[in-house]
């Protein structure tokens, strides 16, 4: 069956450590999102990528980058420029020419600071 | 610009009650019309859609109605369970491209 896959589920980053979530889709889809979800709250863009090796800020990119070297696959990286990294990553992909199809979206990675 | 505003939560009811989440929306021309799910410690799953005026999407119990005279999609369910405590997300997405723009999710609570 076609999905999203995120890994880890689980990710502890120490002050000053970078890391990196991984996104991988066998939908066949173009776009690809990655959103920050903090307790109780709602989405957050933090990246979107209409296309392989294209992408595009979000709301809330600063002290993130993404890579989009596959059309499977759109890693983020957290960097220790994040200053309060510790949150529910979701990803997402989607198709670009129908816009009645909607988001297929992963399990999440819940990243916390140690 | 084009927005989703959804009730505040949280919603608390009692197993069997009626459910309506309020959902409305602004833009331009026909958007196509979201409900999403997440339940706790996962991510959004797609309950229910309709893409044009006066559709009826549903799943699982519930339903909603693209509502183009009062621009909205309200949630609604018959009789809940405890299983249907989780996050309701209201979606839109324009007339002019696919992504979807959010409302800030509605958290339901039933207790049993």
């Known amino acids: 069956d076609g999905g999203i896959t995120q890994s880890p589920k689980y990710l502890f980053r120490k002050e000053g450590q970078n890391v990196t979530l991984s996104c991988e889709q066998n939908?066949?889809?173009?776009?690809m999102y990655w959103y920050r979800q903090d307790p109780g709250q709602g989405l957050r863009l933090i990246y979107y990528?209409?296309?392989?090796?294209?992408?595009q800020k979000g709301d809330i990119a600063e002290g993130y980058s993404v890579s989009r070297e596959k059309k499977e696959s759109f890693p983020l990286t957290v960097t220790s420029a994040q200053k309060n990294p510790t949150a529910f990553y979701l990803c997402?992909?989607?198709?670009?020419?129908?816009?009645?199809?909607?988001?297929?979206f992963g399990s999440g990675t819940r990243l916390t600071v140690v | 610009g084009d927005s989703v505003t959804q009730m505040e939560g949280p919603v608390t009811l009692s197993e069997e009650a009626f459910l309506t989440i309020n959902c409305t929306y602004t833009?331009?021309?026909?958007?196509?019309l979201f409900w999403y799910v997440q339940y706790p410690g996962e991510g959004l799953q797609l309950l229910l859609k309709?893409?044009?005026a006066d559709d009826k999407g549903s799943n699982k119990g519930f339903e909603a109605t693209y509502r183009k005279e009062t621009t909205s999609f309200h949630l609604e369910k018959g009789s809940v369970q405890v299983s249907d405590s989780a996050v309701y997300f209201c979606?839109?997405?324009?007339?002019?491209?696919?992504?979807?723009?959010w409302g800030a999710g509605t958290k339901l609570i039933i207790k049993p």
């Open positions: 990528s209409q296309i392989v090796n294209d992408f």
């Open positions: 939908l066949n889809h173009d776009a």
């Open positions: 309709a893409t044009k």
């Open positions: 997402a992909s989607s198709v670009t020419r129908d816009r009645g199809i909607g988001y297929t």
């Open positions: 833009a331009t021309g026909y958007p196509s």
């Open positions: 979606a839109l997405s324009p007339r002019s491209n696919y992504q979807l723009i």
